[in-house]
């Protein structure tokens, strides 16, 4: 009596599943290489601070920042520096009047965040390194 095992085709499927369970994981090792993996650096605690012009009633605004970076060198490049970006975002935030109040307003200042922080870090450490700065929470009470 034949095997079933013994089949022609059997054997030949056998043999291409052998091949591609040897081939994923060189194509897994390729896709995790092919490209920069992004990453995300939370700036904590978030952020909270006065704005606007001087007068009997003060406005406080509070954000949660996250820094998008391409690789783990640019985010300990801002771990490391982070009191310094910090310093940056909060004197950014307390500049600020009524306008960040709208969307509009608040991209502005999402925009200009980013490029104070891009230019001290490229300043300390040669890299830009931000790609983004994403607001997490913003809050702002009048």
């Known amino acids: 009596m034949k095997s079933p095992y013994s089949h022609p085709v059997l054997l030949l499927l056998y043999a291409l599943l052998a091949s591609l369970s ?4 060189a194509q897994a090792e390729e896709n ?19 704005f606007g012009p001087p007068g009997p009633k003060l406005r406080f605004v509070k954000a949660n ?8 060198a640019d985010a300990t490049n801002v771990d490391t520096h982070a009191a310094l970006l910090r310093n940056a975002v909060v004197m950014l935030l307390s ?3 009524e306008e960040i109040k709208s969307p509009e307003g608040q991209e502005s200042l999402r925009s200009k965040i980013l490029d ?15 790609e983004e700065v994403l ?3 913003f809050i702002i009470q009048r």
């Open 65 to 72: 920042i996250t820094l998008k970076v391409a690789n783990a």
């Open 135 to 137: 607001f997490t929470e």
């Open 116 to 130: 104070k922080l891009k230019a001290l870090l490229k300043e300390e450490t040669g890299s830009a390194g931000i």
């Open 22 to 25: 040897l081939l994923t994981p």
């Open 95 to 97: 500049q600020q009047g």
């Open 32 to 50: 995790a290489s092919a490209g920069p993996k992004v990453h995300y650096v939370e700036l904590k605690p978030p952020f909270v601070t006065n």
